[in-house]
């Protein structure tokens, strides 16, 4: 199967920075996309940033309007790997970040998306 693991989370004070990483493993033949939500307490999960794999050229981005210029998303195609640097963070962004994956595995017709068990970020003083 596909295996995904965050790392990075964790408490910073306001104004602060943070680095996710989400490492996919198993059963890959191809990734098409690689991304993070979050999920504060009460509310439901929203779309933080993502990057499309294009092997060669570097992928396509996007991000949400409250993370734009704060927040850059990056990816390591060699490693399966989609990394999050988190900058200025606020109070709001607080919230437990999960790293999903859009790939092809091996076999299958349709890609599928696969969850990490997220990982919390907690912005205080």
């Known amino acids: 199967q596909v295996q995904l693991v965050e790392s990075g989370g964790g408490l910073v004070q306001p104004g602060g920075s943070l680095r996710l990483s989400c490492a996919a493993s198993?059963?890959?033949?191809?990734?098409?996309?690689m991304g993070w939500y979050r999920q504060a307490p009460g509310k439901q999960r929203d779309m933080v940033a993502e990057?499309?794999?294009?092997?060669?050229?570097?992928?396509?981005?996007n991000y949400a309007d409250s993370v734009k210029g704060r927040f850059t998303i990056s990816g390591d195609n060699a490693k399966n790997t989609v990394y999050l640097q988190m900058n200025s963070l606020k109070p709001e962004d607080t919230a437990v970040y999960y790293c999903?994956?859009?790939?092809?595995?091996?076999?299958?017709?349709?890609?599928?998306?696969?969850w990490g068990q997220g990982t919390q970020v907690t912005v205080s003083s």
């Open positions: 198993g059963s890959i033949f191809s990734i098409n996309a």
């Open positions: 990057i499309t794999s294009a092997r060669g050229s570097g992928g396509s981005t």
């Open positions: 999903y994956a859009h790939l092809l595995q091996p076999g299958s017709l349709y890609p599928t998306y696969f």
